[in-house]
Antibody, heavy 119, light 107 residues
Framework: EVQLVESGGGLVQPGGSLRLSCAASGFTFSSYWMSWVRQAPGKGLEWVANIKQDGSEKYYVDSVKGRFTISRDNAKNSLYLQMNSLRAEDTAVYYC????????????WGQGTLVTVSS | SYVLTQPPSVSVAPGKTARITCGGN??????VHWYQQKPGQAPVLVIYYDSDRPSGIPERFSGSNSGNTATLTISRVEAGDEADYYCQVWDSSSDRLFGGGTKLTVL
């Protein structure tokens, strides 16, 4: 059974940093593109970043470029999101999601971790 | 940048057919994917590549895409189908892009 379990969320002050983790199991993690998708309270879904199987390609939504870094450790079956210079508008539930093959489709999602940026 | 437009809400009686639209400029030339999200839960893929259904998704869920509108159709609607539904495409300028979501209410 595919499982994605996020952790690392919490309350952080504006300008602060946070590192999210996603532990994957039930599939060959190193064979899949992985993404982070976020959802602000009461709002819709927003793709944040994705990373290729070997980490050689990474893409970001414009609003987080230069502040967030996606990475992965295939030996540990883990995905990460380093978030720096956090802003109030980054407050959201952050989901880890697996891509269906080489497609932009998200076929499995974690339960999410809440990040709150507030003073 | 590309924009996907969904109605904020759709209401339907149990047993009837719900149609949720996703509008975009020449969206028929793109592949559209649909997700269901129930309150407090993670999204679930219900339709991909316009009309394909993942295993475990009931045949009551179907999709179509043509011109400037993609449609998610839910036949014989049940109370358990009440949820938010999001369409999604890939666009060269926006990468993975979601619509604003539609809240389906079962009357």
């Amino acid at each position: 059974e595919v499982q994605l379990v996020e952790s690392g969320g919490g309350l952080v002050q504006p300008g602060g940093s946070l590192r999210l983790s996603c532990a994957a199991s039930g599939f060959t993690f190193s064979s899949y593109w992985m993404s982070w998708v976020r959802q602000a309270p009461g709002k819709g879904l927003e793709w944040v970043a994705n990373i290729k199987q070997d980490g050689s390609e990474k893409y970001y939504v414009d609003s987080v470029k230069g502040r967030f870094t996606i990475s992965r450790d295939n030996a540990k079956n883990s995905l990460y999101l380093q978030m720096n210079s956090l802003r109030a508008e980054d407050t959201a539930v952050y989901y880890c999601a697996r891509s269906l093959g080489e497609s932009p489709v998200f076929d499995y999602w974690g339960q999410g971790t809440l990040v709150t940026v507030s003073s | 940048s590309y924009v996907l437009t969904q109605p904020p809400s759709v209401s339907v009686a149990p047993g009837k057919t719900a149609r949720i639209t996703c509008g975009g400029n020449n969206i028929g030339s793109k592949s559209v994917h649909w997700y269901q999200q129930k309150p407090g839960q993670a999204p679930v893929l219900v339709i991909y590549y316009d009309s394909d259904r993942p295993s475990g998704i009931p045949e009551r869920f179907s999709g179509s895409n043509s011109g400037n509108t993609a449609t998610l159709t839910i036949s014989r609607v049940e109370a358990g189908d009440e949820a938010d539904y999001y369409c999604q495409v890939w666009d060269s300028s926006s990468d993975r892009l979601f619509g604003g979501g539609t809240k389906l209410t079962v009357l």
